[in-house]
């Protein structure tokens, strides 16, 4: 069972050169799967009764063109069932010609709210099965970027944690994305990211981006936590030029 949803792309969802944003991009898609885990019995609300909760845990994004400022498109979704731990989804955003410009396939885990502990979701018979998969692959796992650059921690703001109260998943690319100064945004655009996310950070963290730079097109890029040194996340960009 597939889930779509016509959305245009207004003014808020920008970024500077008129097209779809990184974030917005993202916020849909998160925004899509929680509606769609809904419609099948297994969204925030259901599992919230079970003291269970959704986590995003990997993503893969391919984006052949982004949607113009005012441009109407479709995004759709599926989920592509379970191995036991991960849940599988993935998306396209479909132009109004039916050309597919941006496609994507994400992990989920569902934890226990007291324990922390992943749920078996194959134990579940209502699941749904595996179906159509728009890569033939999961999103894998990102290695962590080397640098010994000096790193700027900055104080996580109110409006970057969710109703979990952890850091919102959006917030970290934002975060990635704003690491990057105006003269290289003017030069590359982003065309591909897989993103593996790690811990979840809190309201008094304090956190900075570590970023190598493994040739012109490809970057590793992670977000540290300074009381102890660990990467929240970890993700590599695939860069094309503008």
């Known amino acids: 069972m597939k889930h779509s949803k016509k959305l245009s792309t207004r003014s808020f969802y920008i970024n500077r050169f008129g097209k779809l944003s990184t974030s917005f991009m993202f916020y849909q898609m998160q925004n899509i799967a929680w509606e769609h885990a809904d419609i099948l019995g297994f969204g925030y609300d259901n599992l919230k009764k079970e003291q269970q909760f959704w986590v995003l845990s990997r993503l893969l994004v391919k984006i052949s063109r982004r949607p113009d400022w005012g441009e109407d498109f479709t995004l759709e979704t599926w989920s592509r069932g379970t191995d036991g731990f991960f849940a ?66 900055t104080p996580v703001l109110f409006n970057e944690i969710d109703i979990n109260q952890h850091f919102n998943t959006g917030r970290y690319l934002e975060r990635i994305i704003d690491s990057y100064d105006f003269p290289f945004h003017e030069k590359n655009e982003l065309i591909e990211l897989e993103v593996n996310f790690l811990k979840e950070g809190m309201s008094n963290d304090k956190l900075a981006v570590k970023k190598e730079v493994l040739n012109e097109n490809t970057h590793l890029c992670s977000v540290i936590r300074q009381s102890d040194d660990e990467e929240l996340i970890k993700a590599r960009l695939g860069w094309g030029k503008r």
């Open 88 to 153: 599988y989804r993935d998306y396209k955003f479909i132009d109004g010609n039916g050309n597919t410009i941006i496609e994507g396939t994400s992990s989920w885990l569902v934890l226990n709210l007291k324990s922390k502990r992943i749920v078996r979701l194959n134990d579940n018979k209502n699941f749904p099965v595996y179906e159509e998969s728009v890569f033939g692959l999961n999103a894998k796992k990102v290695k962590s970027p080397k640098s010994e650059s000096l790193l700027y921690y």
